[in-house]
């Protein structure tokens, strides 16, 4: 199960479920999406359909709120990425 990504997938779906009190729902799938891209970029994709279905089946605004926040650390990711390419070009030219 734990080479094949099932239990990622099964703790995103729970992760993008996971609200407090009801009213608190903080990004804990997103962290664990972040850790995934990380350690085990092969199985993200899925991680994050998962994480979006278990958001979607608390409500609607709970997915969106998490598309939002996946795109944002994807854009952020892209930037540092960019970013840090560039500064490894410049310092080769010194």
Known sequence: ??????????????LGRAVILSTLSPPFALAFI????YLRRDKVVALICF???????????????LVLAIATM?????IFFMSNTSRNYFRLLL
């Open 1 to 14: 199960m734990i080479e094949k990504g099932f239990l990622l997938c099964l703790l995103g779906l729970l």
């Open 34 to 37: 972040v850790s995934v891209w």
């Open 51 to 65: 994480s979006l279905i278990g958001a979607c089946t608390y409500s609607i605004m709970h997915g969106v709120y």
């Open 74 to 78: 994807l854009l952020l990711n892209i």
